[in-house]
């Protein structure tokens, strides 16, 4: 399944969204370029391009595919563009050389652990570091390694900020996905002891993600990678769980069209489902090759879609972030809500229950420290009562951006 995107949706924008999403391939064919001298002969609102290119991090692939075309763009288009390339080649140079050094170490101490996102499909998927917008690097390790880890970053000079959660009964049962970030010189690592949480539909061990590894060579040392069908999976499900959250990964998208181009010949669909379906997530891959498929030009078998309903909801969603029309902040606020209900849910007994609800009004104090940024010592009681204050708004605005939403 492959479908031109936006076909005539967005009236006098659908130039610009088009020109977007196929010129951020990294192999244009001559079909796709010669779409691309097409579309840009539409384009009239250049700083609506330049904004959308900022926003989606697709600048730098931009640079690479839209260089050549120095009569038809405008000239401060072009040095956006290129500006953003070099600008993420730098970034990302500072980024790999912590990581190599990092990597080498943990090789050291005996640490296994696998790069994820960026920090990993920059090189082997992309092969140009100022082409993948890293914002900052994460890597997967074993439960077991995360003291030692932590002792090796603080001996190398690392500053260690551990995440938070609002009550001890939120910390024990939803765990956060990266418990641990790491800081030093501009550079952020979050690291990872599982890849999903227990609101998120997929359910695999620890230990099986492991046995699902390789050991491969990479940036100087050795690490542990994820076949192509395994890759995709995370992939698919980081995305939806952002998408589902109201935040737009637009470069995830791209990483999954990428990612199917370069092993359209080896990669295994029906171990691919039947693996989405042993680990309980099928529906929300699904979900996302549906959007692949439809806006990004992504081959995918029809096959795979034989038992799948679209989701109008993303679906929607989806469009109308690219299309400026989405408010993301009430959105946000609405999935804040509709998330901590299905925390709620998930907890069984009335005492559990009860516990949440007071550990989201009144959070511990090491919580309410950090995410108002207040010193030590300082008396909490006002700012208790202005996150009940904040809380009460953010429900009623949620309310009543989900009666809008109905009434449409």
């Avoid at 610009?16 to 990294?26: D, E, G, H, R």
């Avoid at 992504?298 to 109308?320: C, G, H, K, V, W």
């Avoid at 309410?368 to 008396?379: D, I, N, P, V, Y």
Wanted: proline content about 3%; charged content about 20%; hydrophobic content about 40%.
């Amino acid at each position: 399944m492959s479908n031109s995107a936006f076909s005539g949706q967005f009236g006098d924008g659908e130039a610009v969204f088009n020109l977007l999403l196929l010129a951020s391939k990294l192999h244009p064919t001559e079909a796709d370029k010669a779409e691309v001298v097409s579309l840009i002969s539409h384009i009239r609102n250049w700083d609506l391009f330049s904004e959308r290119c900022a926003g989606t991090h697709l600048a730098p692939i931009l640079h690479k595919n839209l260089a050549e075309y120095q009569e038809q763009i405008p000239q401060k288009v072009l040095s956006f563009l290129s500006n953003s390339y070099n600008q993420v080649l730098v970034r990302n140079i500072r980024f790999y050389e912590s990581f190599g050094a990092m990597l080498r170490k943990l090789n050291g101490a005996g640490i296994d652990c696998v790069p994820l996102k960026g920090i990993y499909l920059a090189d082997t998927l992309y092969h140009d570091l100022g082409l993948r917008h890293l914002s900052d690097i994460d890597i997967l390790i074993r439960s077991k390694d995360v003291d030692a880890m932590i002792q090796m970053m603080e001996n190398d000079g690392w500053s260690v900020k551990k995440a938070e959660l609002r009550s001890e009964l939120e910390n024990e049962e939803f765990s956060p996905a990266h418990p641990y970030k790491f800081f030093q010189n501009g550079v952020t690592v979050e690291l990872h002891t599982h890849l999903y949480n227990r609101n998120q539909g997929a359910k695999i061990s620890e230990q099986e993600l492991w046995i699902l590894t390789e050991k491969a060579d990479f940036c100087g040392g050795t690490i542990h990678q994820f076949s192509p069908e395994m890759l995709l999976q995370h992939l698919c499900l980081h995305l939806h769980k952002h998408l589902v959250g109201s935040e737009l990964k637009v470069l995830s998208f791209c990483d999954i069209r990428e990612l199917l181009e370069k092993y359209k010949d080896l990669f295994d669909w029906k171990y691919f489902r039947a693996a989405s379906q042993k680990y309980n997530c099928l529906n929300e891959v699904s979900e996302i090759l549906w959007l692949c498929a439809k806006y990004w030009r992504t081959e995918i078998p029809n096959s795979f879609f034989l038992d799948y309903a679209s989701n109008l909801t993303l679906d929607t969603r989806f469009s109308s972030f690219l299309t400026g029309d989405s408010n993301q902040i009430s959105q946000k606020t609405q999935h804040t809500v509709s998330r901590s209900i299905g925390q709620l849910n998930q907890l069984d007994g009335l005492l559990p229950k009860f516990k949440y609800i007071l550990g989201c009004a009144f959070p511990r104090p090491v919580f309410m420290h950090r995410h108002f940024q207040l010193k030590e010592g300082t008396w909490l009681l006002p700012w208790y009562l202005l996150r009940v204050l904040i809380l009460s708004q953010k429900m009623i605005l949620a309310l009543i951006s989900k009666f809008r939403n109905q009434l449409r």
